[in-house]
């Protein structure tokens, strides 16, 4: 995570130099664009300081005043939700002047240099485990389950040991194709739904969805950023594929897919497990299991009726329940909304459909690529109207949007 220290005039009121580290921490902390800047306003009522965030894909440029501008250099991380509950309550401190400036950088020197909350075999458990439960989500059975738990279960490896983070989700994907490959000459398995299971995590339908939402709300520049890099990564996830299948072929062909049903207490189990691996992989604090657990619940069941009642479109009736859910949380316990909206949306991203767009084009069938990936961005788009008419119905305050 590059970071470049701020470079601001010895005059530069200590509440400024606050509000533009705090924001630098939530950009890295993964909060969007919007609700960044909408967070920050929030200082020039408290202290008077007239401070604007204009948030970029890899930077947060600030101007102080009317003529002092600064560049924090920052690459966007994925959602850490732990150090996001924490600047959050910080900001909530500040805003009700519990703290004056020098009290609330120091508070946020020690939230900027606390610990991961999971260790890697933790990060590697949640990998196995969230691949093993999303199997039956997506048609398989029993097969299918142990397939994608060994998949995640490397893909989680690769996630830990492999230093270069540009390439951990081409690593990861190649060893999913190869292991699932290798697997389905001895298993009677459904390979794409296994390969499909391991990924899922790498899957960067979230980043799509918030960039479609920035995008949605005119920050044209960062959503745009976010949307390419979600297409690259589905490329990256493909190619990565392609290659640990190319490597394992040799092994034999793959025998006749044999479906064997899953018990009827599968979906509760999925459901569960799911929840605590998202809170393991996106660092939440641990009481917030129940809660995410809840989350999860809604997202599925509006999901299920949305598809009956709308189609295509059913993904926005499960967004806006999500979002109405969360800023009704966040409004009673005054925590950030993203505690139970990230965990939630991710249930319900198109991650999914662009893999498999991009699968079907590198397997050759372009048609069958192209109508998945339109399937995707009608996927994504609804989503997006649901997000915005949830937030629209039940609005929350500045401070707890983060």
């Known amino acids: ?18 509000a533009l580290r705090l924001a ?5 902390a993964g909060s969007p664009a919007h609700r960044l800047e909408e967070a920050m306003a929030t200082f020039t009522d408290t ?10 894909p890899s930077a947060v440029l ?17 959602p850490d939700l732990s150090r996001l509950v ?7 401190r500040v805003s009700r002047h519990e703290l004056d400036a020098d009290q609330a950088l120091e508070a946020l020197d020690i939230i900027e240099r606390s610990a991961d909350p999971y260790g890697r075999t933790a990060i590697v458990a949640a990998f196995t485990l969230c691949a093993a439960a999303a199997a039956p989500v997506f048609g398989g059975g029993l097969h299918e389950t142990v397939g994608g738990a060994v998949a995640g279960l490397l893909a989680g490896l690769a996630a830990v040991f492999v230093k270069q983070g540009a390439l951990v989700s081409t690593v990861a994907a190649m060893l999913v194709g190869g292991s699932v490959t290798a697997m389905a000459t001895v298993m009677p398995l459904d ?7 391991g990924l899922l995590v790498f899957l960067p339908g979230f980043s799509l969805t918030v960039g479609m939402a920035e995008l949605a709300t005119g920050h044209r520049i ?6 390419i890099g979600a ?11 392609a290659l640990g299948r190319a490597l394992t072929q040799a092994l034999g062909p793959a025998l006749e897919p044999v479906h064997v049903a899953m018990p009827a207490v599968t979906e509760a189990w999925s459901l569960i497990s799911v929840a605590l691996a998202f809170t393991v992989l996106l660092r939440a604090p641990g009481w917030a299991l129940p809660v995410i657990a809840l989350t999860a619940v809604i997202a599925t069941r509006s999901s299920t009726l949305g598809s009956a009642l709308l189609g295509g479109l059913g993904p926005a009736l499960a967004a806006f329940a999500v979002t109405v859910w969360s800023n009704a949380l966040a409004r009673r316990s005054h925590g950030p909304t993203a505690l139970t909206q990230v965990p939630g949306i991710l249930l319900l991203v198109p991650g999914s459909l662009g893999f498999r767009a991009v699968d079907a084009l590198m397997s050759g069938e372009a048609v069958a690529g192209v109508e998945v990936a339109f399937q995707m961005g009608l996927s994504a788009t609804a989503l997006v109207g649901g997000l915005l008419l949830g937030h629209a119905v039940i609005p929350v305050s500045r401070a707890t949007a983060a």
């Open 191 to 197: 390979s794409s739904i296994a390969v499909l299971a």
């Open 86 to 92: 924490s600047l959050h309550a910080l900001a909530e």
């Open 62 to 78: 600030a101007t102080v005043g009317d003529e002092r501008v600064t560049m924090q250099l920052s690459n966007p991380g994925e």
């Open 24 to 28: 630098a921490a939530m950009h890295r």
């Open 222 to 227: 960062t959503g745009s950023g976010r949307a």
């Open 1 to 18: 995570m590059n970071t470049q220290p701020l470079a601001l005039p010895e005059t530069t009121p200590r509440p400024a130099i606050f």
């Open 231 to 241: 297409a690259m990564a589905l490329l990256q996830l493909g190619f990565g594929v």
């Open 47 to 56: 202290w008077g300081v007239p401070v604007r965030i204009f948030a970029l």
